[in-house]
Each structure stands twice: as C-alpha cells, then as structure tokens.
Nanobody, 117 residues
Framework: QVQLVESGGGLVQAGGSLRLSCAAS?????MGWFRQVPGKEREFVTA??????TTPYADSVRFTISRDNAKNTVYLQMNSLKPEDTAVYYC???????????????WGQGTQVTVSS
C-alpha cells in the first residue's frame, strides 16, 4: 500500500502560479497528476517515472512535472493559470508511464485549485 499526500492547492488569480506537491510513502513508482471538475471525468495532466521521463502532455508550456527521488516527492509547477484550470488535483502512483487513470493503483485525497478571473 502506498500513501500519497498532496499539498499546495489554493486560490490564485488568473495568470498566477502554484506548485503542488505529492509525497509518497514508497519509492520507485511512476507518479501522475490528474484533475477533476464536478460532473466531469478525471483528466490526465502529466506523469513522470523514476528516471525522470515524462509523458507528452498538452500543456507542457504552462505545467511542469518534476520529482525528488530522495524525498519520494513529485511536484507540479503550474504557471499562467486560467479559470478553466480550476479543479481538484489528484496525485497517483503506478508502475507504468501512462495517461490512463485506471493504470494507477494508488491515489491521494486531492487538493483543490481555484483560479479566479
């Protein structure tokens, strides 16, 4: 069992930045970020493996994923935030670098990101 704890969410104005963190209780996993808006399906944001390889993702200009293996922590740096980025952001852990949420076995509790216009 892997425990994941996200932090760093909050309220920010459009154009601002936030950095989300996800601390894992175990090492060696692929770590991904997803987000979800009420009434919609969970959406893949980005993911990174132990070696630092990332999946291609649509918003790589504004969002950057990184990890500190010594701390078992993954980060999501989000810049130039837009109101449509408002969602609950979830951290997930799995064994494959994939965009498919069902491939991730472990999930954090989520952290709310709200971007005001």
């Amino acid at each position: 069992q892997v425990q994941l704890v996200e932090s760093g969410g909050g309220l920010v104005q459009a154009g601002g930045s936030l950095r989300l963190s996800c601390a894992a209780s175990s090492s060696g996993y692929v770590m991904g970020w997803f987000r979800q808006v009420p009434g919609k399906e969970r959406e893949f944001v980005t993911a990174i493996n132990w070696s630092g390889d990332t999946t291609p993702y649509a918003d790589s200009v504004r969002f950057t994923i990184s990890r500190d293996n010594a701390k078992n922590t993954v980060y999501l740096q989000m810049n130039s935030l837009k109101p449509e980025d408002t969602a609950v952001y979830y951290c997930a852990a799995g064994t494959r670098l994939t965009t498919t949420s069902s491939r991730y076995a472990y999930w954090g509790q989520g952290t709310q990101v709200t971007v005001s216009s």
